[in-house]
Every structure is written in structure tokens, then in C-alpha cells.
């Protein structure tokens, strides 16, 4: 394994803090329980946005310590939301913590992954005490806020800090979050998505996670259509382009049906 590059949560605020503007996030609905008739997990929730409502799907073959769907402890307490506001969660990008106690505790080392039924936008991912663990995604992303960062208030375990390894594994690249203390906050991939995953690092009983959007891809890009994350290289077509897109396949329909 090579290390290339470590950065830490507070140069990472540091290089965002300018010209970024805060945006209301749409977190996840957890619900139900276990789907997975085995020793793993398949746990699934719903995230609302202006303009659609989602499936997000949870899948960890290894299993994980539990799941909170609905009542229980709210593990993103501390701080408070809003611009300038304190929560280990919130940020110059992210206006709201999770407003609700659901969470996704894990235990075991290996892969998981979550599976969006449709592509999404910037997803903000918060994690709760990271301690003696670390994740490793397969994709890049940004720290934006950690308890007792920044000014922020420590998380509902106490403080930490959060910093960023970017490492070669099996020849693949894996952008890993790693931390000291009790590592409380949100990291997010920018970019459109609809996978997104990770292994836990190592045996650890507990550390947890929620996730949620800034909106569809299809619902940001069309207002946002000069963003970095619409450009060429975005797996979503423009507005423009579809509507190009369905012309084409009309003409080819009345080629065909003349040649009938």
C-alpha cells in the first residue's frame, strides 16, 4: 500500500471556505429492517427533495452492530444549524444536520455499499464516532466540518479530528477517511452519482452513518448547468441534449416506417 497523499479537515475547510455558499440537505428516511435472510445486511430509505423522492439502498455482506429507524438516541446532537452555526455537521456547504435519530451502526471490516435509484448530486455522508476505524471509499471527496473543528462543537462522543488519505490499493485508488479522538462530522463527493462504496477498515463496534442529496443530478444540473459536475465528463445528459436526443430517435422512427 501506498500513501500519495494526506490532508487534514482543517486545511480541507481552509481551501473550501471561499466562494462556496451553503445548501439545504435532504437526508435519508430510514425505514423498515434487515432484508438480507443472512448474516449480512440490506437496509433501505427514502430521500425527498423539491423536485423527487428516491430509493437509497444499503447492502454489508459482513453484517453491522444496528439499525435505528425510528425513535432512540440522536447521535447528531451538539451545536447548533444555520450560517454560522456550530453543529459538527453543518458547514460554509451544508446547512442542516440530520433532523431525525436514523442511523446505520457498523461493526465489521469489509466493502458495503449504497446503491441510489437514481443519479444524485454532491451527496453529504455523516459519520458518528470514527474511532479506531476508518473508511475507504472509491471515490474522492471533501471534508467539509468535524467536531470540535473550526469552532465547532464536539460530537455526542467528544472530539476528534478527520483527515484524508488518498492510497493505492490492489492497483485501484482509495480515498480514505481516517481520524484520532472521536471523530464526528460530514464529508461530501462532489459530483453525480448512483454508487457509491466503501470497506471499513477495520473491526469496530460502533461507528455510524447517515447520508443524504443536494438534489437529483437531473434536478441540479438543470439549474446549475455551468457546474464542474454537469460538465462533458457527467454521466447526465442536458436538457438540451435530451430533447436533441429524442428528436433523433423520432426521425428514425419515420425513416422506418416510410421504408414500411
Known amino acids: 500500500m501506498k500513501i500519495s497523499l494526506k490532508i487534514s479537515s482543517a486545511l480541507t475547510l481552509a481551501l473550501l471556505a471561499g466562494g462556496a455558499s451553503a445548501a439545504p440537505i435532504y437526508w435519508t428516511d430510514w425505514t423498515g429492517s434487515d432484508q438480507d435472510p ?5 437496509g433501505s430509505g427514502t430521500i425527498t427533495t423539491p423536485t423527487s423522492s428516491l430509493t437509497v439502498t444499503y447492502t454489508n455482506p459482513q453484517g453491522i452492530s444496528f439499525y435505528q429507524t425510528s425513535g432512540g438516541t440522536y447521535f447528531y446532537s451538539n451545536g447548533t444549524d444555520g450560517p454560522g452555526g456550530t453543529s459538527p455537521y453543518t ?27 437514481q443519479a444524485i448530486a454532491n451527496p453529504v455522508f455523516a459519520f458518528v464516532s470514527l474511532n479506531g476505524n476508518g473508511y475507504g471509499f472509491d471515490q474522492d471527496f471533501d471534508i467539509l466540518s468535524a467536531g470540535g473543528d473550526d469552532g465547532n462543537a464536539c460530537g455526542y462522543w467528544g472530539c476528534g479530528t478527520s ?49 443524504g442529496v443536494q438534489e437529483t443530478a437531473i434536478a441540479f444540473c438543470t439549474a446549475n448547468p455551468t457546474a464542474p459536475e454537469c460538465g462533458p465528463a457527467s454521466s447526465v445528459p442536458e436538457p438540451a441534449s435530451m430533447a436533441l436526443m429524442g428528436l433523433g430517435l423520432a426521425g428514425l422512427a419515420a425513416v422506418r416506417r416510410r421504408k414500411a
Open 38 to 42: 443472512g448474516a449480512g445486511f440490506i
Open 163 to 211: 483527515y484524508k488519505n488518498i492510497v493505492t490499493v490492489n492497483g485501484k485508488t482509495e480515498y480514505q477517511l481516517l481520524g484520532t479522538g472521536e471523530p464526528h462530522g460530514t464529508l461530501r463527493f462532489t459530483g453525480t452519482f448512483d454508487t457509491v462504496s466503501w470497506r471499513s477498515l477495520s473491526n469496530e463496534n460502533w461507528n455510524g452513518f447517515t447520508v
Open 91 to 117: 458547514s460554509a456547504q451544508v446547512d442542516n444536520r440530520p433532523p431525525t435519530t436514523d442511523i446505520v451502526a457498523l461493526q465489521y471490516a469489509g466493502t458495503q455499499s449504497l446503491v441510489f435509484s
